[in-house]
């Protein structure tokens, strides 16, 4: 189960980054939510010479699954 709807459909970094912060603005708490779009931006700065499009699929797909981790997580909480 996806985060939010649509993130089997995402296919390249950009879709991936507006994805994730549309998942920050889901989080309960305005400090949650500014903490988790500070790694999402960290993240996409420390990948961002990535070339490779094996490795990018990759990436996408375990940065979708934590972002499922992340919103179960705080859906338990609630």
């Given amino acids: 189960m996806a985060p939010l709807?649509?993130?089997?459909?995402?296919?390249?970094?950009?879709?991936?980054y507006r994805y994730l912060l549309r998942c920050c603005r889901q989080l309960p708490t305005k400090?949650?939510?500014?903490?988790?779009?500070h790694a999402v931006r960290q993240s996409f700065r420390v990948h961002s010479d990535?070339?490779?499009p094996e490795r990018i699929q990759q990436i996408i797909k375990r940065a979708i699954?934590?972002?499922?981790?992340?919103?179960?997580?705080?859906?338990?909480?609630?």
Avoid: F, S, V
């Fill in 50 to 52: 990535e070339d490779n």
């Fill in 5 to 16: 709807p649509g993130a089997e459909l995402i296919q390249k970094p950009r879709q991936l």
């Fill in 31 to 37: 400090g949650i939510q500014e903490h988790y779009k």
């Fill in 65 to 78: 699954e934590d972002a499922d981790w992340i919103m179960n997580k705080y859906k338990k909480q609630n």
